[in-house]
């Protein structure tokens, strides 16, 4: 079945320092794939997504290429920030060939991120 | 434009108990999933719903059942309440055709 493993967690960092979330994947069917935000106590929020192999989804300073041929997508971030504390996700959604996706996430476990001034 | 709304926000309930946890979709969406989150884990797609109707379901046992209503506002129901069903539940909507689904803040359901 469908499957996202994230690196081992959870990870700690100093402000101003460089981020790598690993997420690799299997999946049958053409994936999409996302990372999604958790703030304490709060739902998730997609932070970003690709939806093809080769894209790039970029926001608020994060970004993740979808590699197909490593079947990895990445999170990084060059600089964090205090505020970027909270737990991250990476999932996918598969869609049959040349299908609509019904919807179905599948998530990985999530890492936590710490970021102290 | 409104997001997604979940109510209660907690819920004490006791072992053998009925519970129903409501979602109200983002304006414009036509589909609902939920999501369970036990602690310290991702979430776990237990079904969803598009068009009032059932349009697939996780590994989830029969007892975790649910409605869409013609709003697109949706409920969870679980039955026979299990100390394994204390979770986070999440509900998300989206358009049918679209890969992105947005989240609510969820309901935490501590069973006792």
């Known amino acids: 079945g469908d499957s996202v493993t994230q690196m081992e967690g959870p990870v700690t960092l100093s402000e101003e320092a460089f981020l790598t979330i690993n997420c690799t994947y299997t999946?049958?069917?053409?994936?999409?794939l996302f990372w999604y935000v958790q703030y304490p106590g709060e739902g998730l929020q997609l932070l970003l997504k690709a939806t093809k192999a080769d894209d790039k989804g970029s926001n608020k300073g994060f970004e993740a290429t979808y590699r197909k041929e490593t079947t990895s997508f990445h999170l990084e971030k060059g600089s964090v920030q205090v505020s970027d504390s909270a737990v991250y996700f990476c999932?996918?959604?598969?869609?049959?060939?040349?299908?609509?996706?019904?919807?179905?996430?599948?998530f990985g476990q999530g890492t936590i991120l710490t970021v102290h001034p | 434009e409104t997001g997604v709304t979940q109510s209660p926000t907690h819920l004490i309930k006791t072992r053998g108990q009925q519970v129903t946890l409501r979602c109200s979709s983002q304006?414009?969406?036509?589909?609902v999933s939920w999501y369970q989150q036990a602690l310290g884990q991702g979430p776990q797609f237990i079904f969803q719903?598009?068009?009032?109707?059932?349009?697939g379901r996780g590994n989830f046992p029969p007892r975790f059942s649910g409605l869409q209503f013609p709003n697109y506002s949706s409920e969870l129901n679980v039955n026979a309440l299990e100390l394994d069903d204390s979770a986070l539940y999440l509900c998300a909507s989206s358009r049918l055709a679209e890969e992105t689904q947005y989240f609510g803040p969820g309901t935490r359901l501590l069973v006792l």
């Open positions: 999946a049958t069917g053409y994936p999409s």
């Open positions: 999932a996918l959604s598969v869609s049959p060939a040349g299908g609509t996706s019904y919807g179905k996430l599948t």
């Open positions: 304006s414009g969406h036509n589909t």
């Open positions: 719903y598009y068009r009032e109707e059932e349009n």
